[in-house]
C-alpha cells in the first residue's frame, strides 16, 4: 500500500517552527497533530503522528534562536569575567549561523522527517485516533 507524501508535512513544518522559537514549537505541533488527526482524508497512525509532533524539538534545539548556550555567549553581562577574556562575545553568526551549525540543522531535519517515514506502520498496522464521543466532544 502506498503512503500518502502528505503524512511527512508535520515534522518537516514543526522544524521549521522549531528553528524560530523552541517554545511555539511545543504548541504548534500540538495543534497541528491534531488538525491532521481530525482529517478524514488521511490515513495516518496517530502514535506516529504524536511521535513526529514533538521529534523537531528534540532534532534542532540547540542550533535556534531561542537557544541558551548561544544567547548566554552573545551576551557580555552573561559570561564570567574569566571566560569573556578568553572567548569575548560571540553573536550568532559565530555560533549558531555557521555553515556547519546550518548543514547540521539541514541533516537533522532530513534524519528527523525520513526516520518518521521509515517507522511509520503500514497497511493493517495503522492505527486511526478514534472517532470516540470523548475525541468529538473536545472540538
Avoid: C
Wanted: without cysteine; charged residues 15%; glycine residues 8%.
Amino acid at each position: 500500500m502506498r503512503r500518502d507524501s502528505r503524512e511527512l508535512r508535520g515534522p518537516a513544518v514543526n522544524v521549521g517552527v522549531v528553528s524560530q522559537r523552541g517554545g511555539l514549537s511545543l504548541v504548534f505541533a500540538g495543534l497541528l497533530a491534531r488538525a491532521i488527526a481530525r482529517r478524514g482524508d488521511l490515513r495516518v497512525d496517530y502514535r506516529v503522528l504524536g511521535a513526529a509532533a514533538f521529534r523537531g524539538l528534540g532534532a534542532v534545539w540547540a542550533l535556534v534562536l531561542s537557544s541558551s548556550a548561544a544567547l548566554l555567549q552573545a551576551t557580555a553581562a552573561s559570561l564570567p569575567p574569566e571566560l569573556l577574556k578568553v572567548s569575548g562575545v560571540l553573536d550568532f553568526g559565530a555560533t549558531i549561523f555557521t555553515w556547519q551549525s546550518l548543514v547540521l540543522r539541514a541533516v537533522m531535519m532530513a534524519l528527523t522527517v525520513s526516520v518518521t517515514h521509515l517507522s511509520a506502520p503500514r497497511g493493517v498496522a495503522i492505527r486511526l485516533a478514534s472517532t470516540s464521543a470523548s475525541f468529538r466532544d473536545s472540538r
